[in-house]
């Protein structure tokens, strides 16, 4: 790569409606030149959850200004672009379209190619936006829609180490928030709570912990969570209590199988052992603590993007396109003709070996 490649990124897969121009120059270095968000907390606020038809119109309302809000940010033209970039899945199919049809409206009016960017992808470079972040490093994804560890070899080489075989950690945290009527999202209200309460009140399952692997499970505790929440009456006290003693269970289950998934990662002769953490959840102070703590014992070192890039974001999906369109994959990522996908496993081979990862309500997000 002989220039720097501009590419303006659009992300539209769940509730954030968001666009993004970042440049890639020769080197590696990224620079971002602007980045737009628009979530939908409030409109999905009233059913303590995202609500696919709500988050479908809402970004068919917001992606045209959205795009033209970080186009005017970024202070260059659409003749400036190299080629623009959208997630075409995972995610909520409705809203997957969306972003791709504006995408790929903007490629053709611009004469530009369109690049169909994994939304897992975007996560696993993420840190390569900010960060001098080097292949290979290990991954920990944990938000509301995934839960993962996954080696990143290097672009387009992805392995899944491991995966939650249910429902991923943020909404496990959703979910208990739910059930204590603590509104949504969950996560902050949950940890915010759990500050004033005792993790040793109420002795949680740490699930799949006693069995080798690096493969979780959340959705039982939801049930444990449930139980404890009828058992007696909810006082302030007790609230506090049941959302120390959930975080707890899940930091542990997050810190163990990070430990684990460090201890078999072998980042090559001389190289830094490099541990991600991103996604939602990685905004929680106990379970970062506990990762600091993992790395740190294991020699690693533990990297944390900033928040607006460990959340989904358009900043990640523009460099994925940059960095794909350098390496001179843009026909293998797609093209005018690539359709929206609701699931796309990052790890193909490792999804068709065990398929249990590509059915289900969350499939390949999971
Ligand atoms: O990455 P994200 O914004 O969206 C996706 O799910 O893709 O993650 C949102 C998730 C929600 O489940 C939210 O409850 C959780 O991250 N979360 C937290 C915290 N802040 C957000 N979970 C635990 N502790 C937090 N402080
Ligand atoms: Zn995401």
Same mark, same amino acid.
């Given at each position: 790569?002989?220039?720097?490649? /501009? ?5 539209? *897969?769940?509730?954030? /409606? ?8 020769? @080197? ?7 980045? #737009? ?28 200004? /959205?795009? %033209? ?27 997957? $379209? ?7 409206? +903007? ?47 290097? $672009?387009?080489?992805? %392995?899944?180490?491991?995966?939650? +075989? ?53 959705? @039982? ?23 120390? *003693?959930?975080?707890?269970? +899940? ?6 199988? #990070? ?10 002769? @001389?190289? /830094? ?12 102070? *106990?379970? %970062? ?69 590509? #059915? ?7």
């Amino acid at each position: 790569m002989t220039r720097a490649l /501009t590419v303006l990124g659009i992300e539209t *897969s769940c509730d954030e /409606t968001a666009a993004a121009v970042v440049r890639l120059l020769p @080197g590696g270095t990224v620079e971002i030149l602007s980045e #737009t968000v628009h979530t939908q907390l409030e409109e999905h606020a009233p059913y303590l959850g995202v609500v696919p038809e709500i988050a479908a119109r809402a970004h068919a309302e917001l992606a045209d200004e /959205t795009v %033209r809000a970080a186009m005017v940010a970024s202070g260059v033209t659409y003749t400036d672009l190299d080629a623009v970039a959208a997630t075409s899945g995972p995610g909520l199919i409705g809203g997957v $379209l969306v972003g791709m049809m504006t995408g790929k409206a +903007i490629a053709q009016a611009a004469g530009k190619p369109f690049l169909a960017v994994n939304h897992l992808e975007g996560h696993a470079l993420s840190p390569r936006l900010t960060h001098d972040c080097p292949f290979p490093y290990l991954l920990l994804l944990v938000s509301g829609g995934h839960c993962q560890f996954l080696e990143v070899r290097g $672009l387009g080489d992805y %392995r899944r180490l491991g995966s939650t +075989i249910d429902d991923a950690a943020g909404e496990a945290f959703d979910k208990t928030a739910k059930l204590l009527g603590l509104g949504f999202p969950g996560g902050p209200a949950v940890e915010r709570l759990a500050a004033a309460g005792d993790a040793k009140a109420i002795d949680f399952p740490r699930p799949l912990l006693n069995r080798p692997g690096l493969d979780m499970s959340f959705a @039982g505790l939801k049930t444990a969570v449930a139980r404890a929440a009828g058992a007696e009456p909810l006082t302030e006290t007790r609230m506090a209590n049941i959302c120390a *003693s959930f975080q707890a269970a +899940i930091t542990d289950v997050l810190a163990e199988k #990070t430990r684990r998934a460090l201890d078999g990662f072998e980042p090559g002769e @001389g190289q /830094t052992k490099r541990l991600v953490v991103a996604g939602g959840v990685a905004a929680n102070r *106990s379970i %970062r603590e506990a990762l600091d703590s993992v790395a740190a014992s294991a020699g690693s070192v533990l990297l944390a993007p900033p928040m607006r890039h460990c959340t989904d974001n358009a900043a990640m999906i523009a460099l994925a396109g940059a960095e794909r369109l350098a390496a001179g994959l843009e026909d293998e990522a797609g093209d005018l003709g690539a359709g929206a996908r609701p699931r796309w496993p990052l790890d193909e081979t490792a999804a068709k070996l065990d398929p249990a990862y590509v #059915t289900g309500r969350r499939g390949a997000k999971a």
